[in-house]
């Protein structure tokens, strides 16, 4: 598997995924109900403190421990809201204009603020559209001794998922490595991601590990188990990649292609055609864009609809530096594969094209489309994208 699917923040929104602190206290201007909410110990000493200055004798000594207790009361809100940090209205700011698509004016906004803070270095960083600036700020924010560790992770992340589309799978590995560890038991994220940076440099029994670390309670669980099978399909264990296939499909139809595959694969080994075409007529219905079916097709199993794909579709071949983000819908050693991958996105992409690496024996061709000014409008086109059930990676200018 040239480039292994993956998942980018599933189910969170953009303050979730940005890994920023939930809304701050607003202190005494939103009351105690809030504090508490925090459950920290000064969310409940004031919220004690609430309840002592109830008047429940008479109204006079009521009123007085009301008067001498309010003082401390603000007091302390005051002292929660430096701990937990209010709000910054340039960050709420910067927030509203990316919820609207406003990806200029947002970036205009954090690139002229004059506060400064971990949060606004990241927020500079997801929108900005030079890779280089994008590493050094992420690598700023989350160096940052004010950090959260919900930011560290998602810059960490974010990082790591750029090394990986642009191949460098090392570096994903190591960024990714600290959050993979046993005291991050719920990191699945992280882990499936480390996972797949593994087994993108070969490390198969490390990839292995790592996978199934995965625990099967999280969304992570039905994309591990589907590379799981392909992991032990290419080592030779065709029981147990059966069984993590089967696992997948039960788990999230929506991997079946992945999980499908591979149970192709060992019916034709099992000289199973009956089993074989069954598979193959689910891919063609369910996964009609699938690489999987490509690959079928390339081997012989299924005529594609147009055998002469590869002699109609004159492909634009590129090999210099990229000079805008672009989507990645595949990686192939074999250009006739990348071909038909093209074929079966061309009503769909723009600017649909090759990227040549020659550096690499045998050269790897890229299928890569569109061009965006920022990572944050290249997200948005590979969600909108996913939704179709089109899977892309980024690809940041540059090499």
Not at 7 to 22: I, W
Not at 99 to 111: C, G, I, M, Q, R
Not at 276 to 293: A, G, K, T
Not at 385 to 392: D, F, K, T, V
Request: charged share 30%; proline share 6%.
């Amino acid at each position: 598997m040239d480039a292994p699917p993956g998942l980018c923040g599933r189910g969170e929104g953009p303050r979730a995924a940005a890994g920023l602190p939930a809304r701050g206290l607003r202190a005494v201007r939103l009351g105690l109900p809030r504090l508490w909410s925090r459950g920290s110990r000064t969310a409940r000493r004031l919220h004690v403190l609430r309840i002592a200055t109830s008047p429940r004798g008479s109204p006079r000594r009521g009123k007085h421990m009301s008067k001498r207790l309010t003082v401390a009361l603000i007091l302390l809100a005051s002292f929660a809201a430096t701990v937990f940090g209010a709000p910054d209205p340039v960050l709420e700011r910067i927030e509203a204009l990316w919820l609207k698509t406003s990806y200029a004016e947002a970036a205009d906004l954090a690139n002229g603020a004059a506060a400064a803070g971990p949060e606004l270095d990241w927020w500079q960083a997801r929108l900005s559209d030079d890779p280089a600036r994008f590493q050094e700020l992420a690598l700023m924010a989350a160096q940052n001794p004010a950090a959260t560790p919900a930011l560290k992770r998602a810059a960490a992340l974010a990082r790591a998922r750029e090394h990986f589309a642009a191949g460098r799978y090392q570096s994903a590995e190591g960024l990714l490595r600290p959050f993979a560890e046993p005291d991050e038991p719920l990191d699945s994220e992280a882990k499936l991601w480390w996972g797949m940076s593994l087994q993108a440099t070969g490390e198969a029994r490390a990839a292995t590990k790592a996978l199934e670390a995965v625990p099967d309670t999280s969304v992570e669980y039905p994309i591990s188990q589907a590379l799981l099978a392909d992991l032990n399909l290419r080592a030779q264990r065709p029981r147990r990649a059966r069984e993590h296939a089967q696992k997948a499909l039960e788990a999230d139809a929506d991997v079946g292609a992945i999980a499908l595959g591979v149970l192709e694969q060992l019916a034709r080994a099992e000289e199973d055609l009956d089993a074989s075409r069954e598979i193959v007529e689910r891919l063609q219905r369910d996964y009609p864009r699938s690489v999987e079916l490509t690959w079928v097709r390339a081997a012989g199993i299924v005529q594609a609809e147009q055998t002469d794909d590869t002699d109609v579709l004159v492909a634009e071949e590129r090999s210099g530096p990229r000079r805008t983000f672009s989507l990645q819908y595949g990686a192939f050693r074999d250009r006739a594969l990348a071909l038909r991958r093209m074929r079966q996105l061309e009503r769909e992409v723009q600017d649909l094209h090759l990227e040549v690496d020659r550096e690499q024996s045998p050269a790897l061709y890229r299928v890569v489309g569109g061009s965006f000014g920022t990572r944050a409008q290249t997200e948005r086109a590979r969600d909108a994208l996913a939704s179709r059930g089109i899977e892309a990676f980024i690809l940041a200018p540059g090499r």
